[in-house]
């Protein structure tokens, strides 16, 4: 595993799952970390956690929804740690999305912390690493932003949305000095997906997802896709023709 060479990162969706482990195996690399997240206990025992065992950490709790917040608690976090160099935008949420009574306010929740908390993240992180001509942001997306699936139609396009978001910024910021990764894990044992009631095939717990994570960034990868055996699905079930697919997903995944 390689280490990380930034000097201070920002974690957001540090209260549990996949950002906990991120932000605690980052301390532990020595990389100064800023923690946000709405449930602020979990993030100053995260914090306490990572001090008591030698590192750096900084806290400040921000709803990902709400754009004011969270630049004011990044600029808070840049204030405490110094110039941010690693962003990771990891703040998620999973809310199924039936199609039989669909509801374009859970749309609207699901992209207001999936795709716009990134997006707000990456505003107030950006102009200082352009300054600086260094910098990488990273955004956690899904395996399952390759192809809308149904009940999870919502989620799926907010992860394609942040990938192609990514994907046009990485261009011209890599040409100045700041790099984009775009993570797109397979299933993570975490309290997003203790909820699901489908087949979680491949899953690996958060600790391991956080680790090739760390290990992609760590080594500037554009992209880190992960487990092999989902990625190899999720690009066949890309590949498959719309009636196929239909039927498929339809005799898989609907309720
Ligand atoms: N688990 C998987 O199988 C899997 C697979 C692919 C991608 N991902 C992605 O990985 C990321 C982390 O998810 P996870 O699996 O670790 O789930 P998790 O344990 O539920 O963590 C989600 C994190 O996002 C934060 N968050 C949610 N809504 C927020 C809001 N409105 N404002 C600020 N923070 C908010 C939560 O903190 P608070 O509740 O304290 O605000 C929590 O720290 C997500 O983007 C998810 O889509 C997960």
């Given at each position: 595993?390689?280490?990380?060479?930034?000097?201070?990162a920002i974690v957001t969706g540090a209260s549990s799952g996949i950002g906990a482990a991120m932000a605690?195996?980052?301390?532990?690399?020595?990389?100064?970390?800023?923690?946000?997240?709405?449930?602020?206990?979990?993030?100053?025992?995260?914090?306490?956690?990572?001090?008591?065992?030698?590192?750096?950490?900084?806290?400040?709790?921000?709803?990902?929804?709400?754009?004011?917040?969270?630049?004011?608690?990044?600029?808070?976090?840049?204030?405490?740690?110094?110039?941010?160099?690693?962003?990771?935008?990891?703040?998620?949420?999973?809310?199924?999305?039936?199609?039989?009574?669909?509801?374009?306010?859970?749309?609207?929740?699901?992209?207001?912390?999936?795709?716009?908390?990134?997006?707000?993240?990456?505003?107030?992180?950006?102009?200082?690493?352009?300054?600086?001509?260094?910098?990488?942001?990273?955004?956690?997306?899904?395996?399952?932003?390759?192809?809308?699936?149904?009940?999870?139609?919502?989620?799926?396009?907010?992860?394609?949305?942040?990938?192609?978001?990514?994907?046009?910024?990485?261009?011209?910021?890599?040409?100045?000095?700041?790099?984009?990764?775009?993570?797109?894990?397979?299933?993570?044992?975490?309290?997003?997906?203790?909820?699901?009631?489908?087949?979680?095939?491949?899953?690996?717990?958060?600790?391991?997802?956080?680790?090739?994570?760390?290990?992609?960034?760590?080594?500037?990868?554009?992209?880190?896709?992960?487990p092999a055996p989902t990625l190899a699905l999720m690009r066949l079930v890309r590949l498959l023709p719309?009636?196929?697919?239909?039927?498929?997903?339809?005799?898989?995944?609907?309720?």
């Amino acid at each position: 595993m390689k280490r990380n060479r930034a000097r201070s990162a920002i974690v957001t969706g540090a209260s549990s799952g996949i950002g906990a482990a991120m932000a605690r195996q980052l301390a532990n690399q020595g990389v100064r970390v800023g923690l946000t997240a709405r449930r602020v206990d979990l993030l100053e025992e995260l914090a306490a956690s990572i001090r008591s065992a030698g590192g750096v950490a900084a806290v400040a709790p921000a709803d990902a929804a709400d754009r004011q917040a969270t630049s004011e608690a990044i600029a808070q976090l840049e204030q405490e740690l110094g110039p941010i160099d690693l962003l990771i935008a990891n703040a998620g949420i999973g809310r199924s999305s039936p199609s039989v009574g669909f509801s374009a306010e859970v749309v609207e929740e699901i992209f207001r912390v999936n795709l716009l908390g990134a997006a707000v993240a990456i505003e107030a992180v950006l102009p200082g690493m352009l300054d600086r001509r260094r910098g990488q942001i990273v955004g956690i997306s899904s395996l399952a932003g390759f192809r809308g699936l149904p009940g999870s139609s919502a989620y799926c396009a907010s992860k394609a949305a942040l990938s192609t978001l990514l994907e046009g910024l990485r261009p011209d910021l890599t040409r100045q000095g700041v790099l984009v990764t775009i993570v797109h894990p397979g299933f993570v044992r975490t309290p997003m997906t203790e909820q699901s009631r489908h087949v979680q095939p491949w899953m690996m717990d958060a600790d391991r997802a956080a680790a090739i994570i760390l290990n992609g960034i760590a080594r500037g990868r554009r992209r880190v896709d992960f487990p092999a055996p989902t990625l190899a699905l999720m690009r066949l079930v890309r590949l498959l023709p719309a009636p196929i697919f239909d039927r498929l997903a339809a005799h898989i995944l609907s309720p």
